[in-house]
């Protein structure tokens, strides 16, 4: 069966410019997940969903990030007026319900550079 | 602040030689324990967990994990390495009551042919 799938793969943009990146979770999995990974660090939570709602924002580094869920499926992570810093490798990861809700699933993420 | 840490960034081995790797976690009460492995061009992936029960928890492909509660340890072992064990791996921890699962800065195995 598919997996999590990301899109883009990769993305370069200027600084100062929007973007959006894309999650698509594994069919049926009602939690989804973003990270970073910044180079020589470890993922980084950024946010939680639970169906549609987020229960938490806390890893969001600030307010030019946001993310939504429609459907209970597809999510899409946007970073406004990007900077240099927010050059990264961002995963999404999804999760079942029941038993093995706690086993995240990753996509192969899409990798960010601002210039 | 919960964290985790992992004890090396970079590990070294000759093949069938023996590996540990760290992990400790901060104290927060109680923890389900993760240690996710990341192949060379392949996603992240779970290697093994531990929610409850019997401390020493068996994965995949010969790996085992120790949780010493008292130590706040998690540490990932496996007795005779292979080449394709070369790979990142990454200590995780999602403490009861929360949300976010928070990830060890990794480590890095390069196993020797």
């Known amino acids: 069966g598919a997996g999590v799938s990301q899109s883009p793969s990769n993305k370069v943009t200027e600084k100062g410019k929007d973007v959006e990146l894309r999650c698509d979770p594994i069919s049926g999995h009602t939690a989804l997940y973003w990270y970073r990974q910044s180079l020589g660090q470890g993922l980084e939570f950024l946010i939680y969903?639970?169906?549609?709602?987020?229960?938490?924002k806390s890893g969001l580094p600030s307010d030019r990030f946001s993310a939504e869920r429609t459907g209970g499926s597809v999510s899409t992570l946007t970073i406004q007026r990007t900077q240099q810093e927010d050059s990264a490798v961002y995963l999404c990861a999804s999760s079942p319900p029941g038993r093995n809700q706690e086993t995240q699933y990753f996509g192969p993420g899409t990798r960010l550079l601002v210039l | 602040a919960q964290s985790v840490s992992q004890h090396n960034h970079h590990v070294i081995l000759s093949e069938a030689a023996s590996l540990e790797l760290g992990c400790n976690y901060s104290?927060?009460?109680?923890?389900?324990l993760f240690w996710y492995v990341q192949y060379p061009g392949q996603h992240l992936q779970l290697l093994l967990k531990?929610?409850?029960?019997?401390?020493l928890v068996k994965g995949i492909k010969g790996f085992e994990a120790e949780f010493i509660k008292s130590k706040f340890s998690f540490n990932l072992r496996k007795p005779s390495v292979q080449w394709s064990d070369t790979a990142e791996y990454f200590c995780a921890v999602k403490y009861t009551g929360g949300f976010k699962t928070i990830f060890g800065a990794g480590t890095r195995l390069f196993v020797k042919a």
């Open positions: 531990y929610f409850s029960g019997d401390p």
């Open positions: 969903f639970q169906g549609n709602s987020a229960p938490d």
């Open positions: 104290y927060g009460g109680t923890v389900n």
